[in-house]
């Protein structure tokens, strides 16, 4: 329960538009990758060398897309630090305290147990 209560939703709105790299769908052939990239196990070794890589060879990109990997329907994101200046924390909640924390809970089928 301390982990979860630990734990934090925010909303983050940017003040222009961020130039993002696709790890997923047709980005990936563009780059000459394959969802190996981004859903490899653990550790993280080859999705921080591919971030790495953009990073270095595209020093305008704000950051990276990339299929979730424990729900490859949602699109996550990895900003580069570069772009801190764009960013702006909109919300903040806690996880016990909102309801997006229990409605995730649901879609994914799990629970607490004490």
Request: glycine content about 6%; aromatic content about 10%; proline content about 4%.
């Amino acid at each position: 329960m301390d982990l979860i209560a630990a734990k934090a939703y925010a909303i983050l709105s940017a003040n222009r538009d961020l130039r993002l790299v696709e790890l997923h769908g047709p980005g990936l052939a563009v780059l000459g990758a394959t969802a190996e990239v981004t859903s490899s196990g653990l550790p993280y070794d080859l999705p921080q060398a591919w971030s790495r890589a953009v990073h270095d060879a595209w020093p305008d990109a704000d950051g990276i897309s990339y299929r979730a990997r424990h729900d490859n329907d949602q699109i996550c994101f990895a900003l580069f630090d570069r772009t801190e200046s764009a960013i702006q924390n909109a919300v903040q909640e806690n996880s016990l305290d909102a309801d997006w924390f229990y409605e995730l809970m649901d879609l994914y089928g799990v629970g607490l147990t004490s």
